[in-house]
T-cell receptor
């Protein structure tokens, strides 16, 4: 089965700086990848996703990069703000898809702290 | 929009007691999932459902049962709670791409 790992359990950055959170996955057949943000006491919230036919996708202040050669995924957050403090999870869709169900395998999460 | 609603939000159980966690979604999503979240271990899939009346096992199904009698509801049952089931439980629903999560149920088994 798929396994997903993160390089750093915690990351601390200065407000206004850019942050990069990394993730590695094991299955080269994986096709769909998602980043979630989880604030304290809340459920994970969708940030951005990317399919394997793309290398890069941009959202508002966030960019996801996918390197299929080394099975690596990263989330870049530009000009970090205090509201970006949260735990960030990468999730990988586990093939094969059964009857359309999307089974996601989650990494362990990186806690991002924004220092004033 | 309510999205995905989980009840209760907190619960303390004694070992051996039973309980049911309720998940309700109002987005007419076909697929629903139960995950548990433990410190340092991310989210792990317990059971999932591909439609009304169907359920399937995930990665960590032992000690749990589920039912999907109505499309909008997905119930997670613990028949005989154990301390190892102390966790935060999240329900999610999807329709093709991406999940919508509930806000979680924090369960402590003593």
């Amino acid at each position: 089965g798929e396994s997903v790992g993160l390089h750093l359990p915690t990351l601390s950055v200065q407000e206004g700086d850019n942050s990069i959170i990394n993730c590695a996955y094991s299955n080269s057949a994986s096709d769909y990848f998602i980043w979630y943000k989880q604030e304290s006491g809340k459920g994970p919230q969708f940030i951005i996703d990317i399919r394997s036919n793309m290398d890069k996708r941009q959202g508002q202040r966030v960019t996801v990069l996918l390197n299929k050669t080394v099975k690596h995924l990263s989330l870049q957050i530009a000009a970090t703000q205090p509201g970006d403090s949260a735990v960030y999870f990468c999730a990988v869709e586990e093939p094969p898809i059964i009857q359309g169900a999307q089974k996601l395998v989650f990494g362990q999460g990186t806690r991002l702290t924004i220092n004033p | 929009n309510a999205g995905v609603t989980q009840t209760p939000k907190f619960r303390v159980l004694k070992t051996g007691q039973s309980m049911t966690l309720l998940c309700a979604q109002d987005m007419n999503h076909e697929y629903m999932y139960w995950y548990r979240q433990d410190p340092g271990m991310g989210l792990r899939l317990i059971h999932y459902s591909v439609g009304e009346g169907t359920t399937a096992k995930g990665e960590v199904p032992d000690g749990y049962n589920v039912s999907r009698l109505k499309k909008q509801n997905f119930l997670l049952g613990l028949e005989s709670a154990a301390p190892s089931q102390t966790s935060v439980y999240f329900c999610a629903s999807s329709q093709g791409v991406g999940y919508t999560f509930g806000s979680g149920t924090r369960l402590t088994v003593v």
